[in-house]
């Protein structure tokens, strides 16, 4: 069955605590991003990798880290630098300038 | 840099009726448009692509056009449901990343 993966679907971070969120496809695609969806608002991007081992910061980098080790693994990490990192955060995956699949979700909230 | 707006931000509509949710981009130089639908508390499920050489896409009750002269992208849905309530977001392919509008929240009521 293919598709992405996004876990945990709920996180709790205590201030001060930096969290790890994984995202997991099995399509073979070469492209993966991240973005952070706030209420009412549509989605932002964090990061985007093109090739394993190659990444790129997008609009709202700041406080966020990503590897890219693998092909079908791009796990995002909020660290304690991201002040307010309650969120909805997404991932996706694509050919290239095609279309982007994404993933169910995570949604962080800070305690 | 591309920025994506969408109107109406909310629409209410009673079952059956034909509607069209209209999206504007600011740089023409785009490759594609996207539009997607999102659940509450879900991720998006991409509905139609529109590449940059096409005018427009058909799928089922949706058709999607596409105007880059104009920076203008419209999404018509025929013959309204209630299973089509949700939020309709288009997002600009330009460069290797996506620009999202903020969406419509559509509700169709029975």
């Known amino acids: 069955d293919g598709g992405i993966t996004q876990s945990p679907k709920y996180l709790f971070r205590k201030e001060g605590q930096n969290v790890t969120l994984s995202c997991e496809q099995n399509?073979?695609?070469?492209?993966m991003y991240w973005y952070r969806q706030d209420p009412g608002q549509g989605l932002r991007l964090i990061y985007y990798?093109?090739?394993?081992?190659?990444?790129q910061k997008g609009d709202i980098a700041e406080g966020y880290s990503v590897s890219r080790e693998k092909k079908e693994s791009f796990p995002l990490t909020v660290t304690s630098a991201q002040k307010n990192p309650t969120a909805f955060y997404l991932c996706?995956?694509?050919?290239?300038?095609?279309?982007?699949?994404f993933g169910p979700g995570t949604r962080l909230t800070v305690l | 840099k591309q920025e994506v707006t969408q109107i109406p931000a909310a629409l209410s509509v009673p079952e059956g009726e034909n509607l069209v949710l209209n999206c504007s981009f600011t740089?023409?130089?785009?490759?594609?448009l996207q539009w997607f639908r999102q659940d509450p508390g879900k991720g998006l499920t991409s509905l139609l692509l529109?590449?940059?050489?096409?005018r427009e896409q058909t799928s089922g009750r949706l058709n999607a056009s596409l105007d880059k002269s104009s920076g203008r992208s419209t999404l018509y849905i025929a013959a309204s449901q209630p299973g089509d309530s949700a939020t309709y977001l288009c997002?600009?392919?330009?460069?290797?990343?996506?620009?999202f509008g903020e969406g419509t929240q559509l509700t169709v009521n029975p």
């Open positions: 990798s093109q090739i394993v081992n190659d990444f």
């Open positions: 740089d023409s130089a785009i490759y594609n």
């Open positions: 996706a995956s694509s050919t290239g300038a095609d279309t982007q699949y």
């Open positions: 997002a600009g392919h330009s460069g290797s990343r996506l620009t």
């Open positions: 399509l073979n695609h070469d492209a």
């Open positions: 529109i590449q940059s050489s096409q």
